[in-house]
DNA sequence: CATAGTATCAC
RNA sequence: AUUGUGAUACUAUG
């Protein structure tokens, strides 16, 4: 029964190894069984593995900032011979042993309290990555279906849909606000250990090192750690989706669940039965530790609360936040879940009341201010460039702001409120730089959105391109979805759905492929002896990908043994001479021809002319 | 049709 | 200076 895979030699091994651990998971938690899955290590351990890993956080922007030691993705991995990081990656793997994690105090919006980061070395990060890699697959068909917090292709918009689709549906109006005090920092590290054993994780070794990972200490302080995963640690919020698992299938299990297996018996049957037991009903929607509770009496919510801190104090070692955790008759008042305030009020509709959203109004106050603040502060530009740069800077953050909040249902009017001012203070800013009222269709920026308003904004003139600043009133409701419990970065048909919904997007699962194709292929044409960083095996990879494996001579198919890469122009500094743009694939014989001084126009004139181009880009 | 950079948000 | 996971939007470049 228990699931050993061989190591993936290659990107899209890997992925095929991840789409069967997540298929042989989700079939076992389908008839109740937990899997089990042997010999992990040698899957994260291998190369196309820690390749994949450091390729998906290398572009961070905490990578350019260093753990504990000095070290930085690009000094210390990508500018390092390749075979190098890759034995020293997995020499860490032997023995695992962490660096201490950095301190660093944050501010939390809207609080004095501090939030305290543990931040990873580079090299453990890394690790993190590699081993996540590997879980995420296995864990994911296991957690809850409405719990969206951490998760790939989820959102805090499904999750406020999902609560509107419960209230309209049953009617019932009574919720309980939850939220974990302190979550991450008082997650327990056996009962974790525990849980992923209990989920599937039959591997001693991979237990042992996240069991290292966790207990890895801080920077100027003594001892390691026994309680919490560090926030900022790669796999922490995974961890965390595992620990409370247990609370979503234990108020799950007697209300939700039961529902859903009787869904294919008659509708009476159904009622009668419910009524008769003495079951409350309960229906949970969680976002890492924010969640709330949907029933249908203040007496109901009142027990589940009362059942719930006893279950997360007693299997959890969890506290529920007094003053955040509330009862709410969401009828009569709102409650604040995902950065929303959410109601019902009367209407037409089925159960005669229709939500109503609006952003946070504190959260939304504090952001306008900020705006504002930049605002003001464009009347500082040196020159009209800048000025340019910094009104797309302000664009940026409105956008970004109605953008989140489009699902509300009131959000122009929560908006509108803020218009008026924005948009003077605009026009006040602008004015010494001869910005006039101008119709939003009539800018060059920002097209897809100005062209279908004709209201005023301040803009400013350059070079016959108007340019303004927009408005926060351009803003429309725009419905949330619900999720599509089959759609999952793990199958062909969830990567479908996924792209689909995206609309026109590039299809991500077809780009990783032929991506993880050539990475694999290029390590395989092995190292000549010569030095290579690790960032030019990536670059190449992607600047083959880009060519889509054609000479850019003669335009015809690269075979592995006559593939080169040609520096276009070798004089570039170190840092960016094995930059993508600076990579240019083609065959050996063309690559020579270059080189040489001879005339090779009998070879056709695009041969030729491409010959002369690249010559020309030497020096 | 691809990659890379900025921004917003949740926790 | 500020880490992480996830989502989204815009812009730029070949
Ligand atoms: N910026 C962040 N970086 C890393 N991890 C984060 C970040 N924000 C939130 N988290 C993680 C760690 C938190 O324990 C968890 C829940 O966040 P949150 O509820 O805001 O605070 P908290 O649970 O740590 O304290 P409390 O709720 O008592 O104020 O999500």
């Known amino acids: 029964m228990a699931q050993k895979f061989d190591s993936p030699k290659t990107e899209s091994e890997l992925r095929l190894i991840q789409d069967t651990m997540f298929n042989i998971s989700a079939a076992s938690y389908?008839?109740?069984?937990?899997?089990?899955?042997?010999?992990?290590?040698?899957?994260?351990?291998?190369?196309?593995?820690?390749?994949?890993?450091?390729?998906?956080?290398?572009?961070?922007?905490?990578?350019?900032?260093?753990?504990?030691?000095?070290?930085?993705?690009?000094?210390?991995?990508?500018?390092?011979?390749?075979?190098?990081?890759?034995?020293?990656?997995?020499?860490?793997?032997?023995?695992?042993?962490?660096?201490?994690?950095?301190r660093v105090s944050i501010n939390k919006p809207g609080k004095t309290e501090k939030r305290q980061l543990g931040i990873p070395s580079v090299i453990d990060r890394i690790i993190q990555e590699c081993v996540r890699l590997v879980l995420d697959p296995i864990l994911e068909p296991q957690f809850f279906q409405h719990s969206y917090g951490f998760r790939p292709m989820r959102d805090a918009h499904m999750a406020l849909a999902r609560v509107t689709d419960v209230v309209h549906k049953t009617g019932h109006h009574w919720i309980i606000e939850g939220d974990i005090s302190k979550f991450f920092e008082r997650v327990n590290h056996s009962i974790l250990l525990r849980k992923l054993w209990g989920m599937g994780i039959h591997d001693r070794r991979v237990l042992m090192i996240i069991k290292t990972m966790l207990q890895a200490g801080v920077i100027g302080e003594t001892g390691t750690n026994d309680l919490g995963a560090p926030q900022g640690g790669i796999i922490s919020p995974l961890l965390a989706n595992v620990y409370l698992n247990s609370f979503d299938q234990w108020v799950t299990r007697e209300w939700e669940n039961k529902k859903t297996q009787k869904v294919y018996r008659n509708r009476k049957k159904t009622v009668a039965l419910r009524e008769s037991s003495n079951l409350k009903p309960a229906y949970l929607i969680r976002y890492a530790d924010d969640w709330v509770l949907i029933t249908n009496s203040k007496r109901n919510a009142e027990k589940w609360k009362y059942r719930i801190c006893k279950f997360l104090k007693g299997n959890l070692k969890l506290e529920l936040s007094e003053e955040k955790t509330k009862i709410t008759n969401i009828k009569r008042k709102t409650i604040r879940f995902l950065g929303f305030e959410y109601k019902v009020t009367k209407g037409r509709s089925r159960t005669g009341y229709i939500t109503r959203t609006k952003p946070d109004r504190d959260r939304i106050a504090t952001k306008v201010k900020e705006i504002h603040r930049d605002i003001k502060h464009l009347r500082a530009a040196s020159s009209m460039e800048f000025l340019i740069h910094d009104i797309n800077l302000v664009n940026n953050k409105i956008r970004g702001l109605i953008n989140y909040y489009q699902a509300a249902t009131w959000i122009n009017i929560s908006l509108s409120i803020f218009k008026e001012r924005l948009k003077y203070a605009s026009y006040k800013?602008?004015?010494?730089?001869?910005?006039?009222?101008?119709?939003?269709?009539?800018?060059?920026?920002?097209?897809?959105?100005?062209?279908?308003?004709?209201?005023?904004?301040?803009?400013?003139?350059?070079?016959?391109?108007?340019?303004?600043?927009?408005?926060?009133?351009?803003?429309?409701?725009?419905?949330?979805?619900?999720?599509?419990?089959?759609?999952?970065?793990?199958?062909?048909?969830?990567?479908?759905?996924?792209?689909?919904?995206?609309?026109?997007?590039?299809?991500?699962?077809?780009?990783?492929?032929?991506?993880?194709?050539?990475?694999?292929?290029?390590?395989?044409?092995?190292?000549?002896?010569?030095?290579?960083?690790?960032?030019?095996?990536?670059?190449?990879?992607?600047?083959?990908?880009?060519?889509?494996?054609?000479?850019?001579?003669?335009?015809?198919?690269?075979?592995?043994?006559?593939?080169?890469?040609?520096?276009?122009?070798?004089?570039?500094?170190?840092?960016?001479?094995?930059?993508?743009?600076?990579?240019?694939?083609?065959?050996?014989?063309?690559?020579?021809?270059?080189?040489?001084?001879?005339?090779?126009?009998?070879?056709?004139?695009?041969?030729?002319?491409?010959?002369?181009?690249?010559?020309?880009?030497?020096?």
Not at 51 to 76: C, F, R, V, W, Y
Not at 560 to 582: A, Q
Not at 595 to 603: Q, T
């Open 30 to 102: 389908e008839y109740r069984r937990s899997p089990s899955f042997k010999g992990l290590l040698e899957i994260i351990s291998s190369d196309s593995v820690i390749l994949t890993a450091i390729h998906n956080i290398k572009s961070n922007k905490g990578s350019q900032t260093p753990g504990s030691d000095k070290e930085t993705m690009k000094e210390d991995i990508l500018q390092r011979d390749f075979n190098l990081v890759l034995g020293r990656v997995k020499e860490a793997f032997s023995n695992y042993r962490p660096r201490p994690l950095r």
């Open 429 to 619: 800013s602008l004015l010494k730089f001869g910005g006039k009222w101008t119709r939003a269709n009539q800018v060059n920026n920002l097209i897809s959105i100005h062209e279908s308003y004709t209201e005023h904004i301040a803009a400013i003139e350059y070079k016959g391109l108007k340019v303004g600043v927009t408005s926060i009133g351009f803003s429309k409701w725009n419905k949330a979805m619900l999720k599509k419990p089959s759609e999952t970065p793990y199958t062909p048909e969830g990567r479908q759905i996924y792209s689909n919904r995206t609309a026109k997007k590039p299809l991500k699962a077809r780009a990783d492929d032929t991506l993880s194709e050539h990475l694999s292929m290029l390590i395989a044409t092995g190292i000549n002896g010569r030095l290579y960083t690790f960032e030019y095996y990536l670059n190449r990879a992607y600047a083959f990908n880009r060519d889509k494996g054609k000479c850019r001579i003669c335009r015809k198919e690269v075979h592995r043994y006559d593939l080169h890469f040609h520096h276009i122009n070798k004089m570039l500094p170190s840092d960016l001479v094995n930059k993508v743009g600076n990579l240019a694939t083609m065959h050996m014989k063309c690559h020579s021809m270059i080189h040489s001084k001879l005339d090779y126009s009998e070879f056709g004139t695009k041969i030729w002319k491409s010959i002369l181009s690249f010559r020309e880009k030497l020096n």
